[in-house]
């Protein structure tokens, strides 16, 4: 295999739970405890900006209710992402994909996008997410990892931008997984942390898929993914684990 670019350690959606989700502050939080990779994830606004947000829905982590995907980016710019985790950040918006591209470039880090579409919109998102990381890592020496969980977001990704390398996410080890981690031309595989085994990380290694794992936040569960030889980590745990 050729050498994996990305650092071993991955902050889930910029700094775990000690930040909010998804925004800069998170991505600047995860940075001041040493991370220099990152994993977040990317929809699209009704108007086809691409922005962070993991829910389908806004209530969670905004003061407002709905589908997240029915509103333009002018409406969700405006939306206070921050004040939800605590007062610290009250005020903290969603940013854009190239708003986090900008920065991650700036301080020269790793990216993980994860494609997270709208129901009934994944080609789309997969489309226009690809375009966009394309163009925004146009010339940089590490582009970003595309994944997803939604094979039909991973396809359209793959159509519009197959140089930019991509893996699949799995919470179930469903039939036909690997089948289709190879039709997509899949350079990982990022599983749920309890599905990784001798067993699945000897599978991967023969069909020449990296192994990453999500999400990872106990000190003994880390070490026994590290023995098996895992590529990536992604934790929530920014303020136990040391990345260095």
Request: aromatic fraction near 8%; hydrophobic fraction near 45%.
């Amino acid at each position: 295999m050729t050498p994996w670019p990305y650092p071993l350690w991955i902050a889930h959606r910029g700094a775990g739970k000690l930040a909010p989700e998804n925004t800069l502050a998170a991505f600047r939080l995860g940075a001041a405890h040493g991370y220099r990779a990152f994993e977040c994830d990317v929809k699209l606004s009704a108007d086809e900006v691409p922005f962070l947000l993991h829910d389908a829905t806004l209530e969670r982590t905004t003061p407002q209710s709905g589908s997240a995907g029915e509103r333009r980016w002018e409406a969700l710019s405006q939306l206070d992402a921050g004040a939800w985790h605590s007062r610290t950040y009250a005020g903290e918006p969603m940013p854009t994909l190239a708003a986090i591209a900008a920065y991650v470039q700036h301080n020269r880090f790793a990216l993980n996008i994860e494609i997270k579409p709208t129901p009934g919109h994944e080609a789309r998102t997969g489309e226009v997410v690809a375009q966009h990381a394309q163009r925004l890592w146009a010339g940089q020496p590490l582009p970003p990892l595309l994944s997803s969980f939604r094979p039909e977001a991973l396809a359209a990704a793959q159509a519009a931008a197959p140089e930019l390398p991509r893996a699949l996410l799995l919470d179930t080890l469903w039939d036909g997984w690997s089948g289709v981690a190879r039709a997509l031309s899949c350079v990982a595989v990022v599983s749920k942390h309890t599905l990784m085994d001798a067993a699945l990380r000897g599978q991967l290694r023969e069909a020449g898929l990296r192994a990453l794992c999500y999400t990872v936040n106990d000190v003994a569960e880390a070490e026994r993914l590290k023995a098996l030889g895992i590529d990536g980590l992604i934790t929530d745990a920014v303020d136990r684990f040391s990345p260095a």
